[in-house]
Nanobody, 125 residues
Framework: QVQLTESGGGLVQAGGSLRVSCVAS????????MGWFRQASGKGREFVAA????????YYADFVKGRFTISRDNAKNMMYLQMNSLKPDDTAVYYC??????????????????WGQGTQVTVSS
């Protein structure tokens, strides 16, 4: 079983930066693909970014390319999402997730097995 806990959300002005973090525990997670998803009020959950087990491969949704950076530090049991040039449209609850399938590199939330409780990011205009 893997446990994930997000932190670092908050209120920031448009154009500002924020880093959200995810601490992971449990067996096996270091070999899993990890991802960030978000869900805005009244909308479905959407893919933001993913990173493979050693951090050597990343993938981003088009709407965050060039602004967000995903990373992980397995030695510290951490995954991060650095968010720059934030926009009001980035306002959402951000979730970290883990996929037990170490071969897959997915953007589909249905293919992730473990989820955190989420952290709220609010970007004011």
């Amino acid at each position: 079983q893997v446990q994930l806990t997000e932190s670092g959300g908050g209120l920031v002005q448009a154009g500002g930066s924020l880093r959200v973090s995810c601490v992971a525990s449990g067996l096996g997670w270091r070999s899993y693909t990890m991802g960030w998803f978000r869900q805005a009020s009244g909308k479905g959950r959407e893919f933001v970014a993913a990173v493979n087990w050693d951090g050597g491969r990343t993938y981003y949704a088009d709407f965050v390319k060039g602004r967000f950076t995903i990373s992980r530090d397995n030695a510290k049991n951490m995954m991060y999402l650095q968010m720059n040039s934030l926009k009001p449209d980035d306002t959402a609850v951000y979730y970290c997730a883990a996929d037990r399938n170490i071969i897959r590199f997915s953007m589909l939330d249905s293919e992730y097995d473990y989820w955190g409780q989420g952290t709220q990011v609010t970007v004011s205009s």
